[in-house]
């Protein structure tokens, strides 16, 4: 059973940055496509960005390209969301979940995805 922890939340001004990591134990990560999402309060849980198995399929949401570059390490079996520029309205509860895929690609859709994390908060506030 895939289990997803997230680290590197916290409490940074407008136009800091973060960095997110996801760490997978309990499989290999070769065969999911990972996703972050976030939720923030009233609000509906959203796709921000995913990279595919291979790591060269990547989808962002409008929102944050630009800022947002994730990455992934298989061997490492961690995946990385570097968050640049933060803005107040980046505030939330941020989530990384794994999409189990016979093929590359990744959507930003979250009942695709059956493996989650716990979330870890970010908060941008001066």
């Known amino acids: 059973q895939l289990q997803l922890v997230e680290s590197g939340g916290g409490l940074v001004q407008p136009g800091g940055s973060l960095r997110l990591s996801c760490a997978a134990s309990g499989d290999t990560l070769d065969y999911y496509a990972i996703g972050w999402f976030r939720q923030a309060p009233g609000k509906e849980r959203e796709g921000i960005s995913c990279i595919g198995r291979s790591g060269r399929r990547i989808n962002y949401v409008d929102s944050v390209k630009g800022r947002f570059i994730i990455s992934r390490d298989n061997a490492k079996k961690t995946i990385y969301l570097q968050m640049n520029s933060l803005k107040p309205e980046d505030t939330a509860v941020y989530y990384c979940?794994?999409?189990?895929?016979?093929?590359?690609?990744?959507?930003?859709?979250?009942?695709?995805?059956?493996?989650w994390g716990q979330g870890t908060q970010v908060t941008v506030s001066s």
């Open positions: 979940a794994a999409d189990f895929r016979l093929t590359d690609g990744c959507l930003l859709v979250a009942h695709e995805y059956a493996y």
